[in-house]
């Protein structure tokens, strides 16, 4: 089946330096990517949608100068989580719409555990 | 602006009972609504995906219903096990998703 992978897992960072996640798409294309944020205990909040070859979309609130995402190809999307600080430690989960039994379905990575000191 | 509620508390059944999780949202008419698995320190698992014109779906031990008129979901797992121990999530669109909270289900052997 299809499977989107997420690098890294988990990362640790110092306040004020840049952060970037990385999300794949293994054995599909996706031309559309989905980046998340779950907080513990609360739900996943839609964050952005990441178009190939064009800039992303972002949900009220999030500001696009400090995530920044690029879709450079079919199969990859970024996000770059800029100046970091500690409340932006989270947990980050993309998605991506793939194929399965001639379905569409929502594939999700296995997230990154950010963490901000 | 919409909502999207599930029972914040945990969900304990016994083994080989049918676990029942509630869905309800608001200020909201979706055209699709799906159910996600989560364990801790993972992503969501799709599990199923029903449309505003299906009342009801089922995929082996799993089945969802869909009234559009309580705006509600249930999500039902029968001859539950302890491997069916995760947190479901109720979600709505088809594929920028907004997500319910989610209801921790603890099957005890």
């Known amino acids: 089946g299809a499977v989107v992978s997420q690098h890294p897992s988990r990362v640790i960072c110092k306040s004020g330096t840049s952060v970037k996640i990385e999300c794949r798409s293994l054995?599909?294309?996706?031309?559309?990517m989905f980046w998340y944020r779950q907080f513990p205990k609360q739900s996943l909040m839609l964050m952005a949608t990441?178009?190939?070859?064009?800039?992303?979309?972002?949900e009220q609130g999030v500001e696009k100068d400090k995530f920044l995402i690029n879709h450079a190809s079919l199969t990859l999307s970024t996000l770059t989580v800029t100046s970091a600080h500690p409340e932006d430690s989270s947990f980050y989960i993309c998605?991506?719409?793939?194929?399965?039994?001639?379905?569409?379905?929502?594939?999700f990575g296995p997230g990154t555990r950010l963490l901000v000191l | 602006s919409q909502k999207i509620e599930q029972n914040s508390e945990a969900l304990n059944i016994q083994e080989g009972k049918t676990a029942t999780l509630t869905c309800n949202y608001t200020n909201y008419s979706p055209a699709y609504l799906q159910w996600y698995r989560q364990d801790p320190g993972r992503g969501p698992v799709f599990l199923l995906l029903?449309?505003?014109?299906?009342k009801e779906k089922r995929k082996e031990r799993l089945k969802v219903t869909f009234d559009t008129t309580l705006k509600q979901s249930l999500f039902h797992i029968t001859a539950s096990q302890p491997a069916d121990s995760a947190t479901y999530l109720c979600a709505l669109g088809e594929r920028a998703l907004t997500f319910g909270s989610g209801t921790r289900l603890q099957v005890q052997p």
């Open positions: 990441s178009n190939e070859g064009s800039k992303a979309t972002y």
């Open positions: 054995d599909f294309q996706a031309t559309t």
């Open positions: 029903i449309r505003e014109n299906e």
């Open positions: 998605s991506a719409t793939g194929t399965s039994g001639g379905r569409e379905t929502q594939y």
